[in-house]
């Protein structure tokens, strides 16, 4: 939808000419025998209602919001003393172009009611605007976080134009001035440029549509390099179409760059930040695409005179190689000498180093032969002879100091061994006893009466038999 929300401050008030004395109609009151249901009751008070309050304007804040699967709102309306409930039906909710939240204070349009089932009074809403601040704007701001997120402005998506653009498709209004700018500043800078118009409303409630369309029709014909999609200046009311959040994926889909120039300078809508590239105006975008002849015709004729003194000092260089040449041309005779003095050059070179390599073999001969009777096998096997020789002497040497070494280490030990040796301590007056099984005795515990011991002295044995074992205390 394109047609912006409704912006004046009045809705206007509608009034049936049933009340325009201020009395209710004659059949809407029962006769004083007549009993109304429930139905009746509220049927008439509805009838009452709708007819009295057909159209009214109501200033409150939202709460208790409700978005049910049906795509109706239901909310509260109130206000520091009162409050009042309210319904906004799917064919109504469609047309906004901003999303109310709990808490926003905002000015409805629609007529008073009643909700026959319940008996509840309520307000059927028509059109919604905040209070306080213009719907377009709004709008514009809720649609421009949702197409952020939604990343259609993300800079990485945006392509860059084509170096070399020789057709260009223009989506505007046929008989505005924006084409007839742009048509001007292409004539004047690159009248080669190929212009394909593609005519849409750029104002009202159908322009979306068309400005789609017109899109899709470019892309299929794929004969153009860009895309300048564009109108004059204008209020935010007749850009308002430029908003269209259909409009921006359109653009963002496009598979030919397209090019934002709506409105002046000072002007953005949503499609400026999905485009590829933003013009400030329709004439600054036709500049954009088009380069200028004038500055092409002054490049042109700088290459030409380069060209031409390039060439001019080719041509010198070729002339001045040319003479060198023929300065460095000489006749075959002269080259035959020049040849033959070379060769007896190189022979008498090949004769030189031919005599260096002999004299260098021989050299290296005589060297070798010096060596090889240095190393004659009976020297080799004189010298082996001597080597071992003193090899088998520093062994036998060796052999005896271990032996008389060992003998002094076995006296040493044999003489430690005799000073504890228990022979010697017999030899000093002391004995050992020993049990039947030829073990020493240590303690009085381990005989009994009757046993049978053996006592070794220093040369003799006694066998003696226990009487008594005394164990002595401490």
Not at 105 to 111: A, H, N, Q, T
Not at 339 to 361: A, C, I, P, Y
């Amino acid at each position: 939808m394109c047609q912006p929300p409704q912006t004046r401050n009045t809705y206007g008030v509608m009034n049936s000419n049933n009340f325009s004395s201020g009395n209710p109609p004659r059949d809407s009151l029962p006769r004083d025998n007549s009993v109304f249901t429930v139905s009746q009751l509220n049927q008439r008070a509805k009838q009452l209602l709708e007819i009295s309050f057909a159209s009214v304007r109501v200033e409150g804040e939202i709460s208790n919001l409700s978005r049910p699967s049906s795509g109706h709102w239901y909310f509260t309306l109130k206000d520091a003393g009162a409050q009042v409930r309210c319904a906004m039906f799917r064919s109504r909710t469609a047309m906004l172009k901003f999303q109310p939240k709990e808490g926003d204070k905002i000015e409805v349009r629609g007529k008073v009611s009643l909700y026959e089932n319940r008996g509840d009074y309520q307000l059927i809403v028509d059109a919604m605007k905040p209070a306080g601040e213009g719907a377009l704007l709004l709008a514009f701001q809720q649609l421009k976080q949702k197409l952020t997120a939604l990343g259609l402005f993300d800079q990485e998506r945006k392509r860059p134009l084509p170096q070399a653009i020789r057709r260009v498709a223009v989506i505007t209004s046929p008989g505005g001035a924006a084409v007839h700018d742009m048509l001007t500043v292409l004539k004047r800078r690159w009248p080669m440029l190929e212009v394909d118009i593609y005519p849409a409303l750029v104002q009202g409630r159908e322009a979306p549509p068309q400005l789609i369309n017109a899109l899709l029709r470019a892309n299929r014909d794929a004969q153009a390099d860009v895309i300048i999609l564009g109108r004059g200046g204008g209020s935010l009311e007749d850009l308002w179409c430029f908003n269209d959040e259909q409009l921006a994926h359109a653009i963002a889909a496009s598979a030919i760059p397209v090019i934002s120039a709506v409105g002046h300078e000072t002007d953005f809508t949503i499609a400026d930040f999905v485009a590829d590239l933003r013009a400030p105006t329709p004439s600054a975008a036709a500049e954009v695409i088009s380069p200028d002849q004038q500055q092409i015709r002054q490049r042109a004729g700088q290459l030409y005179e380069r060209l031409l003194r390039t060439q001019h000092q080719k041509l010198s260089q070729s002339a001045q190689y040319l003479l060198q040449l023929k300065q460095r041309l000489r006749g075959p005779q002269h080259i035959l000498q020049n040849q033959s003095q070379q060769l007896d050059h190189l022979e008498l070179r090949l004769q030189q180093v031919m005599k260096q390599k002999l004299t260098l073999s021989q050299h290296q001969l005589s060297r070798v032969q010096q060596r090889l009777g240095h190393q004659h096998p009976q020297l080799v096997l004189d010298q082996y002879r001597k080597t071992l020789e003193q090899i088998q002497r520093r062994m036998e040497q060796a052999a005896q100091n271990s032996v008389r070494t060992r003998q002094t280490q076995l006296e040493t030990h044999a003489r430690l061994l005799h000073s504890v040796s228990p022979l010697n301590v017999l030899n000093r007056g002391y004995s050992i006893s020993l049990n039947a099984d030829g073990q020493a005795l240590h303690n009085a515990s381990d005989l009994r009466p009757g046993d049978i011991i053996e006592t070794r002295l220093h040369k003799d044995r006694i066998k003696s038999q226990i009487t008594e074992v005394i164990h002595e205390k401490g």
